[in-house]
């Protein structure tokens, strides 16, 4: 079973011969005589041939022959017709003409026509440049669609209707097609149907999506083979729109960048009940004029919904909707909303105590999100607590100094001042405001213990020279009023010759888990070794006091 498309007489007639070029073994010898536009068959009605053709008189006789498709060209003709009559045109100077074709077998046939005129002028065996599909009509002339005007409480739809078949050698007789697959396009979506016995087929769906255009066309079946399927004429479906409405619990929120708030309320839909609840229907916030999403929900079974509202994609200015997009039955609704976002801020510090214990302070903040903006004069305040977790205190204000003013870059602060505390844990907190988040680094412990060197001398005593001297001693710090072993620390050894008055470097010592000295170095001449515990060898303790002791080398 396959589909055809025919010319309309309306347009047929409009046709004009020097279109084809198809052969024509007789031609009228008189200027203006009868010439053929086309001949087939229309599949509105079976059993018929339509001729179009025209001349400069009024045509007086037509008849047509019909020849199988693939026959050899000097085969007999399988039948032919002259019983036509006029079917559209002004006069019969030019027009279409029909006539029944009662032909033995179905199938395709070529058409070649005899014309003849008012003046006596005649066209012999003129070839049509269209074919006679001689075939099995099957069509659908009751398509249904159920409701037209679908609504909210009526929102299924029902599409239904007959297949009835019509062989043109007894036309007028229409069967009910039995077994016959049935193609429904709705211009949203198709849907599929077979027939019953009857020829009767039924399907329902419910429309997603407005307007539709249904139309239904047979598809091939094994009991009617090269069968002509006609599609119906479309039918238009448009759903009414139930009015829509819902509550929300705000319509401003204030959030950290991060954060999440929450709306809640109920939607309702207006039937002819009434109001009721909106179930399952999406409850969503988006960007005034960009349709961009900020979050969405849908409504329970009793219109009820719980709104989550991220800050990482922030609406100014935006709306909180109701719609179901998949259900054409309902209303939009919309209410105002905002959302303001503080932005997150990053913030680090290095600090350290100086040998003085003074603390030394630096670090940086900055922001990524592009709509952020800085404060007129942002700062950062230092503060110092026992434990690192509570009880803090503010030990100074930083100012930062702007010199991008730009996402993404660092603004610095650096401060050394005198600290209340030598022993304190130690965090920078960024002063935010509505537009930036506060942000605070995690809590540095800051210490500086006193440090003494016990127990120093080289050995042997006295030594030869070249040999290696190794060095003893102990290093210690002081926690509370307790010394204790101060290990993995590299103390610094100085060298005086005899005779001179300066120290000159050397090398650094190790100091194993007991705080016991490891080192040795090359005895060269007689001399007095220092030793001290320097501000390099660590961030936690001060100077040593330098200890001594004089080398005899020999």
């Known amino acids: 079973m396959r589909r055809s498309t025919f010319v309309a007489a309306a347009t047929a007639t409009a046709l004009s011969a020097t279109l084809f070029t198809g052969p024509s073994p007789a031609q009228a010898d008189v200027t203006g005589g009868p010439a053929l536009v086309g001949a087939d068959g229309w599949n509105s009605q079976p059993g ?3 001729v179009t053709a025209h001349s400069g008189h009024p045509l007086t006789h037509i008849t047509a022959h019909f020849f199988p498709l693939n026959a050899p060209a000097d085969a007999p003709e399988a ?14 100077t030019s027009g279409t003409w029909r006539a029944p074709v009662h032909l033995a077998d179905l199938g395709d046939y070529r058409v070649t026509v005899d014309l003849q005129d008012a003046s006596g002028a005649v066209l012999t065996g003129a070839v049509s440049p269209y074919d006679l599909e001689y075939r099995t009509v099957v069509a659908i002339p009751d398509l249904s669609v159920t409701p037209s005007v679908p609504d909210y409480l009526h929102q299924q739809v029902s599409i239904s209707g007959t297949a009835l078949a019509e062989d043109p050698r007894h036309p007028g007789t229409r069967t009910p097609a039995t077994g016959v697959p049935v193609d429904i396009e709705t211009w949203r979506g198709r849907l599929n149907a077979t027939t019953g016995t009857d020829g009767r087929f039924n399907v329902a769906f419910v429309p997603t999506l407005m307007p539709l255009y249904v139309t239904a066309a047979p598809g091939a079946c094994a009991d009617y083979p090269n069968a002509i399927d006609v599609t119906t004429p479309q039918q238009y479906v448009q759903t009414t729109e139930a009015p829509v409405r819902f509550t929300a619990s705000t319509h401003a929120l204030n959030l950290k960048q991060g954060a999440t708030g929450t709306v809640t309320g109920r939607a309702e839909v207006q039937t002819t009940a009434g109001w009721q609840p909106l179930p399952h229907t999406p409850i969503g916030i988006d960007t005034a004029g960009t349709g961009y999403l900020v979050g969405e929900t849908t409504t329970d079974s009793h219109g009820a919904y719980t709104l989550h509202v991220p800050s990482d994609a922030p609406a100014p200015a935006g709306e909180i909707y109701a719609a179901n997009r998949d259900r ?16 997150t801020t990053h913030i680090d510090m290095n600090a350290s105590l100086n040998d003085d214990s003074s603390l030394a302070v ?20 230092l503060q110092y607590s026992q434990d690192g977790k509570s009880g803090w205190k503010d030990a100074a204000t930083l100012p930062i100094k702007l010199r991008y003013n730009k996402p993404l870059f660092q603004e610095t602060f650096a401060r050394t001042f005198t600290t209340p505390d ?9 002063n935010g405001n509505p537009d930036l988040a506060t942000s605070t680094t995690k809590p540095a412990r800051l210490y500086r213990y006193a440090t ?11 030594v030869r020279r070249n040999q290696a001297i190794s060095f003893a001693g102990t290093l210690q710090y002081k926690n509370g009023s307790t010394w204790k072993p101060l290990s993995g620390q ?36 007689d001399g007095t070794w220092a030793l001290a515990l320097s501000r390099q060898t660590g961030d936690h303790y001060l100077k040593s006091p330098r200890v001594t002791d004089y080398v005899d080398v020999r």
């Open 48 to 50: 018929m041939v339509f």
């Open 79 to 92: 039948g032919s017709t002259e019983d036509f009559t006029q079917y559209a045109g002004q006069d019969a």
């Open 328 to 343: 054409p039955f309902q209303g939009f609704a919309t209410q105002p909303f905002s959302l303001h976002v503080a932005y």
């Open 362 to 381: 630096s670090g940086y903040v900055y922001f990524e999100d592009p709509r952020a903006k800085w404060p007129a004069k942002p700062t950062v305040t």
């Open 422 to 430: 030598s022993t304190a844990y130690w965090r920078a907190r960024f």
């Open 452 to 462: 003494r060197i016990t127990g120093f001398h080289g050995t042997p005593d006295p």
């Open 490 to 525: 590299s103390p610094t050894l100085y060298f005086r010759p005899r005779g001179s008055s300066t120290y000159h470097y050397v090398t650094e010592l190790d100091s194993d888990r007991h705080g016991h000295l490891i080192g040795m170095v090359s005895a060269e001449r």
